[in-house]
C-alpha cells in the first residue's frame, strides 16, 4: 500500500466547503492515541487536552464556514474502542465543530457493506484509508478523478441512512 499522507495533509490544507469522513470498522485501536485508550479501558477520567491538537484543526476549519462531518457503520453492542471513539472522541471533537452521523446496522443489512474507509473534499477529492485487520492504519490513497462521483454517492446513502449522533447517543450511548 503506498501511503499518499502528504496528499491527505495537502486535501486537509486546502479544502474550500467540507470534509466529509466514513468510518467502517469497530477497532482503530492500533492507529494511535494507544495511551488514552488504555485509560479509557481503566476508567480514568479524560485529560483536558485529550485530542487537542485535532479540535484545534477542526476549528480553523468550521470558524470559517468549513463543514467538516463523519458518518460511522456500526453495530451493537458497541466494542470497547467504539465506546472510547464515540464517548471521548466524538463528544470531544464536536467542541472544534465536527458533525457526526451513526447509520447502525444492528437491525438490518449494511447498504454500504465492502466500501472502505474514506475521507472526500469538497465532492472533488476522494483519499481511500486503509487498516489491516487489528485496526492498524496501513495508509491513504488518493483516488483518480473519474472515482469521485461513486464515493460522493456513498456519501449521500451513508447520509441518507444515518442519524445524528447526538440523538444516537441519547438511546444507545455506554
Given at each position: 500500500m503506498t501511503t499518499?499522507?502528504?496528499n491527505l495533509g495537502?486535501?486537509?490544507d486546502t479544502f474550500e466547503r467540507e470534509a466529509f469522513r466514513l468510518e467502517t470498522l469497530d477497532d482503530y485501536s492500533n492507529s494511535g492515541n494507544s495511551g488514552a485508550y488504555r485509560?479509557?479501558?481503566a476508567g480514568d477520567p479524560q485529560p483536558l487536552d485529550y485530542n487537542a491538537d485535532?479540535?484545534?484543526e477542526l476549528r480553523s476549519h468550521t470558524e470559517?464556514?468549513?463543514r467538516?462531518?463523519?458518518v460511522?457503520?456500526?453495530s451493537r453492542p458497541l466494542t470497547d474502542y467504539l465506546r472510547f471513539e464515540l464517548g471521548w472522541g466524538y463528544r470531544k471533537n464536536m467542541s472544534g465543530g465536527e458533525e457526526f452521523f451513526i447509520l447502525d446496522t444492528t437491525d438490518g443489512p449494511n447498504p454500504l457493506d465492502g466500501v472502505p474507509d474514506f475521507w472526500l473534499f469538497d465532492a472533488d477529492s476522494a483519499v481511500v484509508m486503509s487498516y489491516d485487520g487489528t485496526g492498524t492504519y496501513l495508509g491513504s490513497e488518493v483516488q483518480p478523478a473519474e472515482r469521485t462521483r461513486e464515493f460522493v454517492r456513498y456519501r449521500d446513502m451513508a447520509l441518507a441512512r444515518a442519524e445524528p449522533f447526538t440523538d444516537w447517543w441519547a438511546t444507545y450511548g455506554a
Open positions: 499518499s499522507s502528504r495537502d486535501l486537509f485509560s479509557f479501558l485535532w479540535v484545534e470559517r464556514g468549513k467538516v462531518y463523519r460511522h457503520v456500526l
